[in-house]
């Protein structure tokens, strides 16, 4: 299983982004589907959430300015972030809670795409 994120980018205040990150491989369903960041020299952080019902959920610092949604048919989740502030710079991460199959059982396993740099900078 791998997951692609692409969209990052040098954005100035204000400005807006789209994110987006699919899952290919043998699959047997996705359930939750996610964002990550990491700021230059801090810890990465839960950014939102979105589960295979499309309940979301998201870090307090982003509500209102970030919208997370999903494709469950290209097996796709993206982020669009707006009103973007030099607070939000970081490398962000999608993740996902995957059904596969291992040695002949189903089982769930988390995988993590590669990162996309946003950067907010005038």
């Known amino acids: 299983v791998q997951l692609q994120a692409s969209g990052g980018g040098l954005v100035q205040p204000g400005g807006s982004l789209t994110l987006s990150c699919a899952a290919s491989g043998i699959i047997v369903s996705i359930n939750d589907m996610g964002w990550y960041r990491q700021p230059p020299g801090k810890q990465r952080e839960l950014v939102a959430v979105?589960?295979?019902?499309?309940?979301?959920d998201y870090a307090d610092s982003v509500k209102d300015r970030f919208t997370i949604s999903r494709d469950s048919a290209k097996r796709t989740v993206y982020l669009y972030v707006n009103s973007l502030k030099p607070e939000d710079t970081a490398t962000y991460y999608c993740?996902?809670?995957?059904?596969?199959?291992?040695?002949?059982?189903?089982?769930?396993?988390?995988?993590w795409g590669q990162g996309t740099q946003v950067t907010v900078s005038s």
């Open positions: 979105i589960d295979s019902t499309g309940f979301t």
């Open positions: 993740n996902a809670n995957v059904r596969v199959v291992v040695g002949g059982s189903l089982t769930q396993q988390g995988y």
